[in-house]
């Protein structure tokens, strides 16, 4: 499991992000599927989701995986985690916070 930065989205942006796991993938390794998971994060621990959260597709190009977000709730910070399973069996995880901000528009 690695932490990544993710930049701050506004609340109406339809926003990707790109994650590359080249260094966990062993040599002929392949990522197999992707999904991206999102959890309420408030006062250091995870909360049971009570606002629509950020919703996500994920597509896998080689060791990078493009995850695509819309939606999430302006003025709530969200844990996210996209999981990974690969050719050789293995699951990996990269974590990171996304900050949804109130849109101007």
């Known amino acids: ?8 989205k506004l609340a109406n942006e339809i926003k ?3 994650l590359d796991f080249i260094g966990e993938l062993s040599v002929g390794e392949t990522i197999a599927t992707a999904v991206a998971i999102f959890s309420v994060y408030s006062g250091g621990v995870e909360v049971p989701p009570v606002v629509p959260g950020p919703s996500a597709t994920c597509t896998i190009n080689g060791s990078i995986v493009s995850v695509l977000i819309s939606g999430g709730t302006a003025g709530m ?9 690969t050719s ?11 900050s949804v901000i109130p849109s101007t528009s």
């Open 1 to 8: 499991m690695s932490r990544v930065v993710l930049p701050s």
């Open 16 to 18: 990707r992000y790109k």
């Open 77 to 85: 910070l969200y844990f996210m985690v996209l999981r990974i399973t």
């Open 88 to 98: 050789a069996g293995q699951t990996l995880d990269k974590e990171g916070f996304l």
